[in-house]
């Protein structure tokens, strides 16, 4: 069935350190791969997204790797900020069955 | 953009009462609307999917007579937790797909449900 492995379940960082959360998916037709932050009792919030089509997408100091092949795909924060301490979630979907299928979540903590 | 809403942001209940949660999409219309249930420290759990003027679509194990989802426009679902108990209390937050972008998620606020 599907799954979603998420790495690490919390990081720590100090502030201007970078910070990696690495996700692993079994579909292979998986062809969207999400990630949303979510902050202490509110809804996710969509951050960054890829498609399969593509290797690697930034924004700002948000970027997200994907490896098809390997089946596993990455969040790349840099500059982190103590606003950025949160926890987020990857995700895996496939345009043609609508649902999302959840890692676990990283509890990520930045230190000023 | 894809802002989507849900009413009430908590409620406290009574066991054995029914409790409606309303999820709005604001500025967009939402073929597709999704219930999820979290856990405290846990990841999102899908509960059902609902389209438009159709029946809802339940994942495995979620009671569909306790848990009744109606979508009857497009910014508009409601899950109705009935004859709620103890172990319903959760946070339940609802998403909204566009119909331009039919594999993004925009999630709302969320709802923290507490059964007494």
């Known amino acids: 069935g599907e799954n979603v492995e998420q790495h690490p379940s919390t990081l720590s960082v100090q502030e201007g350190d970078s910070a990696v959360i690495k996700c692993t998916y079994s579909?292979?037709?998986?062809?969207?791969f999400p990630w949303y932050k979510q902050e202490l009792g509110k809804g996710p919030q969509l951050i960054i997204d890829?498609?399969?089509?593509?290797g690697e997408k930034k924004d700002q100091r948000i970027a997200v790797t994907l490896n098809k092949t390997a089946k596993h795909f990455s969040l790349h924060i840099t500059e982190t900020q103590p606003e950025d301490s949160a926890v987020y979630f990857c995700a895996e979907g496939n345009t043609g069955f609508q649902k999302l299928v959840f890692g676990t979540g990283t509890r990520l903590l930045v230190s000023p | 953009g894809a802002v989507v809403s849900q009413h009430p942001s908590w409620v406290i209940c009574k066991s054995g009462t029914s409790v409606k949660i309303e999820c709005r999409s604001l500025d967009f219309q939402a073929t597709t609307m999704f219930w999820y249930r979290q856990f405290p420290k846990q990841s999102l759990m899908l509960m059902a999917t609902?389209?438009?003027?159709?029946?809802?679509?339940?994942e495995q194990g979620v009671e569909k007579d306790k848990f009744l989802i109606n979508h009857a426009s497009l910014t508009l679902s409601t899950l109705t937790v009935t004859s709620a108990h103890p172990e319903d209390s959760s946070f339940y937050i609802c998403?909204?797909?566009?119909?331009?972008?039919?594999?993004?998620?925009?999630f709302g606020p969320g709802t923290r449900l507490t059964v007494l």
């Open positions: 579909d292979s037709a998986s062809n969207y």
């Open positions: 609902s389209n438009e003027g159709s029946k809802a679509t339940y």
């Open positions: 890829i498609r399969s089509n593509v």
């Open positions: 998403s909204a797909e566009t119909a331009t972008s039919t594999d993004t998620q925009y």
